[in-house]
């Protein structure tokens, strides 16, 4: 069992900046992929990062949404069992619930199906 606890988000205006953190129980967490995904109202729960282990974990291979490509970036710090989302240059169209994921086993899924743990999901909403 994966516990995942979110932090950041809440209301900013477009063209900012603001980071996600999401901090993992477990005592292998090097060895998680891990993804962040958004949902915006009335719609389906969309992929947006991941980082994915590869090479039995020696490296990372991070992958990203089309929308966010350039923007967004995902990072992890092992030592401390937490994953970021840093979002730059925000957009209302950014505005949904965000959720990290955990997936033990690794996939190198973009799909949430692909992950096995979920954070409690917190909201961004980007002003214009």
């Known amino acids: 069992q994966v516990l995942l606890v979110e932090s950041g988000g809440g209301l900013v205006q477009a063209g900012a900046s603001s980071r996600l953190s999401c901090v993992a129980s477990g005592r292998t967490f090097s060895m998680y992929d891990v993804g962040w995904f958004r949902q915006a109202p009335g719609k389906e729960r969309e992929f947006v990062a991941a980082?994915?282990?590869?090479?039995?974990?020696?490296?990372?291979?991070?992958s990203y949404a089309n929308s966010v490509k350039g923007r967004f970036t995902i990072s992890r710090d092992n030592a401390k069992n937490t994953m970021y989302l840093q979002m730059n240059s925000l957009k209302p169209e950014d505005t949904a619930v965000y959720y990290c994921a955990a997936q033990i086993e690794s996939r190198g899924s973009v799909t949430p199906d692909g992950y096995s743990y979920w954070g409690q999901g917190t909201q961004v909403t980007v002003s214009s």
């Open positions: 980082s994915s282990c590869r090479g039995g974990c020696q490296y990372y291979e991070n």
